[in-house]
């Protein structure tokens, strides 16, 4: 064996390295990016700059995490945005009636119901997750809009401890890494070393296998959703803390870029592959590289082609280097 | 034998309950008559193109998320071509806009074939790439559409209560479905989407048929994005709720996701479903945000329905 890797040509040898270690041509790329971007504005890459992206790609690489965990189960979650933005709004109104604790938790609550009708839907009646979170999304903002207007005179308060989360900084560190750090710790622990972690790999790589080793899909699924729900109305809350305008549609512009994300990251949507730090690294991407299209003078069409082209490079690329499907 | 029966039977129940909302409509506003019927049809136009492109690629077992913006590109175009152009500008303009439709939907083909990356993904990156290429041709609403094209989808034929857009949708789709699906490239499709492996292996050249799949889908969505702009006389560069709305409407009507099974006739039938619901509740001025609700519920209720259907029958 290892004769032959050693005669394997140089190509191969680096192509089954990178397959080994999928993190590093992603980490590569994000490096060539902030290149880039030195390189067009000399200067720009300061400490501040690093404070503004890391801020901005934190909700997204939240809501991502949503993503990342359905996808390792083969899954997707279309309703997160509209969870988070529910949380987010329904926390912002009912702060003035129950006090901040109470809001959050009121505004928490839905999220989670949200996630548990899609796992209802996926577990028992084994509804596609594409289809059934699209569904939800849909009751979820037509439910979001009726509450609007019961709550019109209420007004909107956002709570200082959420902006100070969302947009202060402490020691030049954004302080949305005091949540951020210990959930990211906690779900790459979590998806590696935990029972159910392994159990979303497992139900993700090989269904029939998994329920004929015993798995009980039901409960894995409906604990999944749920959770999913519950990262995503806790992203909202991040995020509405750091935009400090709740909107009908706060936080539906991330929905598509927090799947990009996920897949840029290397988490294959068919399920069994993958991990959470690799959606961190594609969502710290697609920020600068954001940064990056806003900088260039273009017409706003044209920095639209050229992110989803960028996506589909980057998403081929990786898949033909780390030789998955 | 029984999967005809049970697959007819499926539309059949999808015809009755479109009835019965008929029925209802009638007893909530019994002035409903020639010109709900008229603006009806004319409001499910662009539904219904959009849902006949999704059915065609979930047949062929893959999905589009692109669609709405492909509609858009197709829609500014025609808008921006049609702008001052004679009768001999406007058809070269129709056949343009079709031709980009389908050339749009071929790249979105190309691309899945020969990246290898997911469909999803693939037109989760082109619903980015056409969304943008639509603000390039047109950045806010604009341009024009011929004022006799737009008669095509105005008014009557033949009988009063026959709206002239509904016929235009029923031969625009059987002029491009019923000789696709008789014709050996549409039993590719079907074959491809029920198992892609024994296609091969049958000699079904895979990514060909995949690749004609989806340029049928953009040549729908130019026909949605056309009709668009002949209803409302500009282009728009913005899409508009289609993507959500066929994905639904595909559901609802009978096509599995994962492929292989259905037909046009379901999700249209759906998609008339879907928007007579919407107007319903409408004319029982009831909250058009409690329309969002009870549109999300029926489509979350009745694939429910189908999942627990399909369960029994796999176990039986």
Known sequence: MTTERETAPMGTRIARFLGDYPLIPLIVLLFALI????????????????GNTVKFAIPLAMLAACQTLTMLT????????????????????????VGVPMAIVIGLLPAIAIGLV???????CRVHPLI???????????????YQRFVIATGSVIPDSLSWLGTGRTWGFPNALVLFVPFAILLIWGQRRTGFGRLLYALGSNETAARISGVRGWQVYLALYALSGLIAGVSGLLYVGLIKAPSLSLVNPLLLPSVAAAVIGGTSIFGGRGGYSGTIVGA?????????????????????????????????????LTDQR | MTRLISKQGWVLGLLAFLALLFVLTTVIQPDFGISGLDSLSRATLPFAFATAGMAVVVIAGGIDLSVASMMAVAGV?????????????TVLAVVGVLAIGLAMGAINGAAIVYTRVPDIVVTLAMLFVWEGVALLILKAPGGAATPWLRELIVGNVIFPWLPRSFVFLVVCVAVIWIPLSRSRLGLSIYAIGSNELAAYRSGVSVGLTRIAAYAVCGLFAALGGLTLTMSTGIGEPIP????????????????????????LLGPIIAVFIL??????????????????IVEGTIMVVVVMLGGVLAMKGRKT
């Open chain 1, 35 to 50: 290149g880039v971007l030195e390189f067009m504005r000399p200067g720009i890459f300061n400490e501040r700059w690093i």
């Open chain 1, 74 to 97: 083969g899954g997707i979650d279309l309703s997160a945005a509209v969870a988070a933005t529910i949380s987010a709004f329904v926390m912002a109104t009912q702060v003035q009636l």
């Open chain 1, 118 to 124: 899609n796992g209802f839907g996926v577990a028992f």
């Open chain 1, 132 to 146: 059934m979170t699209l569904g939800t999304g849909l009751i979820g903002t037509g439910c979001l809009q009726v």
């Open chain 1, 284 to 320: 710290l991407i697609l920020t600068v590289l954001g940064t990056l299209l806003t900088l260039l003078q273009m017409p706003e069409g044209a920095r639209r082609i050229l992110f989803g082209l960028i996506i589909l490079a980057v998403t081929t690329i990786y898949i033909r």
């Open chain 2, 77 to 89: 175009s025609a808008a921006v071509l049609m702008d001052g152009a004679g009768g001999g500008g």
């Open chain 2, 240 to 263: 508009g709720p289609y993507l959500m709305a066929s994905v639904a409407a595909v559901v609802l009507g009978g096509v599995v996701l994962g492929g292989g099974r259905g037909a």
């Open chain 2, 275 to 292: 928007r007579l619901v919407r107007m319903d509740l409408t004319l029982a001025s009831v909250d058009p945000n409690v329309t969002t």
